[in-house]
């Protein structure tokens, strides 16, 4: 083999191994959004009703209400200053995004796997399609809809 064939077979090589590598991280990024996005939806679920049953104790009366619904969504209804008020959140399997909205409030969060390896849900920007790399709680998404909710 000359040094041309060698150069160009070393740098396919490379290219190739890099995509063998690149393929496999994407496979473990969507192995790990599938397998946690379901737990840090419950974990958001599980804040929100946190926080009303906190909030009726607090004003030893019932302001705020879970309502039943499946289990991707979550609705929520409140007796404010302002009026009767709802919101809803729901949780795409599919896309792994977060939404919710009450009143001219809204939000997306997209789980993702951050550099920590780790999965977690990511502000999704409004003004264009792309995601904050700064991971924020369940109870950070928990405290954000109840706090439009009232506002």
């Known amino acids: ?3 041309w064939a060698q150069k160009m077979a070393d ?3 490379k290219q190739q191994s890099e995509k063998s590598t690149d393929n496999a991280a994407f496979l473990e990024q969507q192995r790990m959004k599938k397998e946690f996005s ?3 939806w419950q974990q958001v679920v599980s804040e929100a009703k946190n926080n009303c049953t906190r909030l009726n104790a607090e004003l030893g009366q019932q302001v ?3 309502e039943a619904t499946p289990s991707s969504v979550l609705s929520i209804r409140a007796r404010t200053p302002q009026g009767n008020r709802t919101l809803k959140a729901e949780f795409d399997a599919e896309t792994y995004i977060l939404s919710w ?3 001219d409030s809204t939000a997306k969060y997209e789980v993702s796997v951050g ?3 780790k999965a977690q849900f990511y502000p999704i920007s409004s003004d264009e399609p792309t995601i904050a790399w700064v991971p ?3 109870k950070y ?3 954000e809809m109840m706090t439009a909710l009232f506002a």
Do not use: F, Q, W, Y
């Open 11 to 13: 740098r396919i090589r």
């Open 1 to 3: 083999m000359n040094d």
């Open 64 to 66: 705020v209400a879970i």
């Open 115 to 117: 550099s920590d390896r």
């Open 141 to 143: 998404i928990a405290d």
């Open 101 to 103: 909205a009450t009143g």
């Open 38 to 40: 379901p737990l840090l």
């Open 136 to 138: 924020v709680s369940a």
